[in-house]
C-alpha cells in the first residue's frame, strides 16, 4: 500500500477527525514533510483535506466514486460493456475477472476498479494503482478464434486506447510494441492480455487496461524503469474519468464488432498508423542477441516483422525494440 493510501485508510477509519502530523509521521515511518507531500498529492488528485495549525489534518471530502449506472447510462454498445461492475477495490481487476469468468460470466463484462491492492503490469511487475485518479479495467472476451490469434485483441485494446485519448484530449498519444502507448515517449498507458485456452481454443481473452488519467508527478513511484506521464501531466487540466470510460468503452466495442466480422486488417493498419517504428530502421535486444532491420509491420499474430539487411523477413515474438539513431 502506497503512504498516500496509508493516510487515506487512517482518515477513512476515523471520520471528520483531525489527525495530526506527527501522528501520520508516526503510523507511516517517515518524516513530517513526506506526509506534507503525500498531503499536497491527495488535494492535487482531488481530496479536500483542511489543514489546522494545532490540530492537524481531516479529510472533508474526496473525488467522486465510479458508479456503474452513471457510466453505462445510454451506452450504446453492442458486446463490450453490456454489464459492468465498478469496484471501490481489488486486487486486480484481471483477477477479479479471471475469477467470475471462471464461474460463467458472459464476454463483455467489464471491470473498473478505483484502486488495486495488487495491479500487475507485464513480466511480474507491479502496476502503481492509487484511488481517485486513474483508470484500471479489465473486460473479458469470449471470440471464437485460434489460439493463435489472440494477440490480436491486444493490438486492439492499444488502438482504442490511443484514439480515444488522442479523440478526447487532442494528444498524440502513439503505440509501441508489444503493447505500450507513450506520450512524447513516456508511458502513459499499459495493457496487460491474458488468456484461458486449450490446444486449440480460446476459452476466454482478458483485456487488462491501465490509463494514467490524473496521476501527478509525486505519485510515480521513484522505482519506475521508464519515463511516465498522465493525462493531466500532458494537457493542465483534470480528466473526468466517466466520461474518459464511456469514450473508451464506445470506441473499443466498435473495433471489437468490426474485429469479429473482418478479422485483424483494419486494426493491424490503424495500429501501424500509430505506430513510430514502421518503416524505421531499429535495434532489438532479445535478450541473447541483438538484430539489426526495418520495421515493416504487423504479422497476423501480432509478431514484428523485421526487414533484415540481406532482405529476408523476421519475425519478433518478444523482445525490446529501439531505434536505431541516424548519426550525420
Ligand atoms: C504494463 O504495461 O506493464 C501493463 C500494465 C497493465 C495494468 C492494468 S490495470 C488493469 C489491469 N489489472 C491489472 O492488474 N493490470 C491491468
Known amino acids: 500500500m502506497t503512504s498516500r493510501d496509508q493516510i487515506l485508510r487512517l482518515f477513512r477509519r476515523r471520520p471528520g477527525e483531525y489527525i495530526s502530523g506527527q501522528e501520520l509521521s508516526q503510523a507511516l515511518q517517515v518524516s513530517r514533510a513526506a506526509i ?27 473525488p467522486e466514486p465510479l458508479l456503474a449506472e452513471e457510466i453505462m447510462a445510454d451506452l450504446l454498445v453492442q458486446r463490450i460493456g453490456r454489464s459492468l461492475i465498478c469496484l ?37 511487475r507491479r502496476w502503481e494503482s ?25 493490438f486492439l485494446s492499444a488502438v482504442a486506447v490511443a484514439e480515444t485519448l488522442n479523440r478526447c484530449y487532442q ?14 515517449g513516456a508511458k502513459i498507458a499499459g495493457l496487460l ?7 486449440e481454443q480460446v476459452h476466454f481473452v482478458i483485456l487488462g487496461i491501465g490509463v494514467n ?9 521513484d522505482t519506475l524503469l521508464y519515463p511516465a506521464t498522465s493525462v493531466k501531466l500532458e494537457t493542465g487540466r483534470s480528466v473526468d474519468r466517466v466520461e474518459f ?3 473508451f468503452l464506445l470506441t473499443l466495442d466498435r473495433y471489437y464488432v468490426e474485429f469479429l466480422a473482418e478479422e485483424f486488417g483494419p486494426i493491424r493498419r490503424r495500429w501501424e ?11 532489438v535486444d532479445l535478450g541473447d542477441r541483438m538484430l539489426e532491420g526495418v520495421v515493416v509491420g504487423l504479422d497476423y499474430d501480432g509478431a514484428l516483422r523485421l526487414q533484415l539487411a540481406d532482405g529476408r523477413v523476421e519475425r519478433i515474438l518478444a523482445g525490446d525494440v529501439k531505434p536505431v539513431k541516424c548519426e550525420k
Open 245 to 247: 470510460i464511456r469514450q
Open 273 to 283: 498508423a500509430l505506430c513510430d517504428l514502421l518503416n524505421a530502421s531499429v535495434q
Open 193 to 199: 492480455n491474458e488468456m484461458d485456452a486449450e490446444t
Open 171 to 184: 494528444l498524440n498519444a502513439r503505440v509501441k510494441w508489444p503493447n505500450d502507448i507513450l506520450v512524447g
Open 88 to 124: 471501490a477495490e481489488t486486487d486486480s481487476t484481471n483477477s477479479h475477472v479471471r475469477r467470475l469468468a471462471a464461474e460463467g460470466a458472459e464476454e463483455g463484462l467489464v471491470v473498473i476498479a478505483d484502486r488495486q491492492s495488487a495491479g500487475r503490469g507485464r513480466l511480474g
Open 130 to 154: 492509487p484511488s481517485g485518479v486513474n483508470l484500471y479495467v479489465s473486460i473479458l472476451l469470449r471470440p471464437q478464434i485460434p489460439v493463435q490469434q489472440a494477440p490480436q485483441l491486444t
Open 36 to 62: 506534507w507531500k503525500q498531503i499536497e498529492s491527495l488535494r492535487q488528485a482531488g481530496y479536500e483535506i483542511e489543514a489546522r495549525r494545532s490540530r492537524g489534518y481531516r479529510l472533508l471530502g474526496g
Open 213 to 221: 488519467l490524473n496521476m501527478t508527478k509525486e505519485q510515480f513511484p
